[in-house]
Nanobody, 127 residues
Framework: QSQIAESGGALVHAGGSLTLSCAVSGFPVADYSIGWFRQAPGKEREGVSCIQPSGKLLYADSVQGRFIMSRYNANNTVNLEMNSLKPDDTATYYC?????????????????????WGKGTQVTVAS
């Protein structure tokens, strides 16, 4: 059975750092586009970052230069290192996977249509 599980969410102060982990079972992360998405209360889900099977990375403008996404094929995990965190980064972060489209499509669609989703992990950034 294919599953995705996020971990690493926490309460941090503005300017701090946090690393989220996305553990995948049932399929190889190297063969799928893996995306991080987030949703804050009362707001629409938005794309944060995505990595394609080729290794090409895509970041939202709001996190470019602050967040780093990495894929670890041996462990079948994908991490999201978040630096210089801001209160606006507060949200539930979700990891999702699919193999039909490229990352730009998934980011534009805010993850809509992706096959596999985790249950999310909460990130709260206090000012």
């Amino acid at each position: 059975q294919s599953q995705i599980a996020e971990s690493g969410g926490a309460l941090v102060h503005a300017g701090g750092s946090l690393t989220l982990s996305c553990a995948v079972s049932g399929f190889p992360v190297a063969d799928y586009s893996i995306g991080w998405f987030r949703q804050a209360p009362g707001k629409e889900r938005e794309g944060v970052s995505c990595i394609q099977p080729s290794g090409k990375l895509l970041y939202a403008d709001s996190v470019q230069g602050r967040f780093i996404m990495s894929r670890y094929n041996a462990n079948n995990t994908v991490n999201l290192e978040m630096n210089s965190l801001k209160p606006d980064d507060t949200a539930t972060y979700y990891c999702a996977a699919d193999r039909v489209h490229i990352c730009s499509t998934y980011m534009e669609r805010k993850g809509r249509g992706m096959d596999y989703w985790g249950k999310g992990t909460q990130v709260t950034v206090a000012s």
